[in-house]
């Protein structure tokens, strides 16, 4: 009975992992994969909460385990393999002398650990690893969902179009640690909507050079100029498409999960 209790943990240890393994790579699949924020949100939150129950089972099993080792008198210096696998102990008298009162130890286990299954659970841990670590930066580093504004003008019919600047403010210069300087300036661009009407919107515009008049892509609504515009910086096609990553870092970094230590 107590034996059969060390493999019942070992099952449900077994279990519990496959299950972190599989919430692990639909987090990362999920935040990468599906430009929907809502569903993406949704479906992110139940699978670490599926964790968070693996972890709850994982450390109630821990003391389950604990006591079975107790039990059938496993040292706590022994092998994982012995820890949870039926064990049988040796009578007594045997391997020592009779009324020495050298402790009984426990026997060899019933079945070894194959080299494959071994190497199986190597190749496993060094997956779920890699897979989380990569996880745990695209959750940091990715964008939830686009902004109001952009998310606004997308529901509005959202394109991008050349807006002729017709006034440029003080421009500011950047000078980045890593990567060349830039300059942005707010500066006011005309739009124009569908049926010939215009209108202005003032847009935070980002060059190499100080903005000046002349011609700039931006994105706004031709059916609704209320909603202002967005200048056309590198990033808007991916936020206007809700996804988290451009598609060169998402694919990149799919990659690199997939490209576990073997």
Same mark, same amino acid.
Request: hydrophobic content about 40%; charged content about 20%.
């Given at each position: ?13 077994? /279990? ?24 993406? &949100? ?73 080299? &494959? ?7 496993? /841990? ?16 990715? &964008?939830?969902?686009?902004? %109001? ?23 500011? &210069?950047? %000078? ?38 002349? %011609? ?34 998402? /694919? ?11």
């Amino acid at each position: 009975m107590r034996s059969g209790r060390a493999v019942r943990v070992r099952r449900v240890g077994g /279990w519990c992992g496959a299950v972190g393994l599989a919430v692990v790579v639909t987090v990362l699949g999920v935040w990468l994969f599906l430009p929907e924020p809502s569903l993406r &949100r949704t479906v992110v939150l139940g699978a670490l909460a599926c964790g968070a129950v693996c972890l709850v089972v994982l450390a109630r099993q821990r003391d389950a385990a604990e006591e079975a080792r107790v039990a059938v008198g496993v040292p706590e210096d022994a092998a994982p393999s012995t820890r949870f696998s039926p064990v049988r102990e040796i009578p007594e008298g045997t391997g020592a002398a009779e009324g020495t009162g050298s402790p009984r130890v426990p026997g060899l286990p019933h079945a070894l650990p194959s080299r &494959r299954s071994q190497q199986l659970r190597e190749l496993t /841990w060094g997956l779920g690893l890699t897979t989380g670590l990569l996880a745990i930066v695209a959750l940091a580093l990715g &964008r939830p969902q686009p902004s %109001d504004q952009v998310a606004r003008l997308g529901a509005g019919g959202a394109v991008y179009a050349e807006a002729r600047i017709l006034e440029a403010g003080k421009a500011e &210069r950047h %000078d980045p640690s890593r990567g060349s300087p830039y300059y942005t300036a707010r500066v006011v661009v005309e739009l124009r909507g569908a049926n010939g009407a215009r209108g202005t919107a003032t847009v935070r515009a980002r060059s190499a050079e100080p903005p000046r008049t002349g %011609d700039r892509t931006v994105l706004y609504a031709p059916d609704d100029l209320g909603l202002g515009a967005v200048s056309g910086r590198a990033s808007l096609r991916d936020e206007l498409a809700g996804r988290t990553f451009s598609p060169f870092i998402t /694919w990149g970094s799919s990659g690199s999960g997939s490209s576990a230590p073997r």
